[in-house]
């Protein structure tokens, strides 16, 4: 009863190296592989080129709102405008020109005093 387990053993190593249908089944199956990595890695770069373009649709957005909001500012900045709030909200009003007094820069400069300048000499000597 050896000789068929000795038969079997024969039979396997009498086979050598693959065959060709085992070279077919290894090819096929390199070949789902690389195929599988293939339609993952389109399926990937469709996603983040949808992502992409959405997130250029939002920026777009955004810049359109930013302009927006600088006109709006530049809008609620404007002299005539902030005249006419504080006029509203305040109850400030513009001066009339009897109610201004303009000053020149002569007024604006300190005098000296003439007696200050007898006091310092008198205290140094």
């Not at 709102?65 to 005249?83: N, W």
Request: proline share 2%; glycine share 4%.
């Amino acid at each position: 009863m050896a000789t068929t387990s000795t038969k079997q053993t024969a039979r396997r190593a009498a086979r050598g190296p693959l065959k060709g249908r085992a070279w077919v089944a290894i090819g096929l199956v390199a070949f789902l592989m690389v195929a599988s990595m293939v339609v993952w890695r389109r399926s990937v770069g469709v996603a983040a080129a949808r992502d992409m373009r959405r997130m250029s649709e939002v920026e777009r957005g955004l810049l359109s709102e930013k302009t927006t909001l600088e006109r709006d500012i530049r809008a609620a900045m404007a002299r005539r405008r902030v005249i006419a709030e504080a006029e509203r909200r305040l109850g400030l009003h513009v001066a009339t020109d009897a109610q201004t007094r303009i000053l020149s820069d002569s007024l604006l400069a300190i005098p000296a005093r003439p007696d200050a300048a007898v006091s310092d000499s008198a205290s140094r000597s």
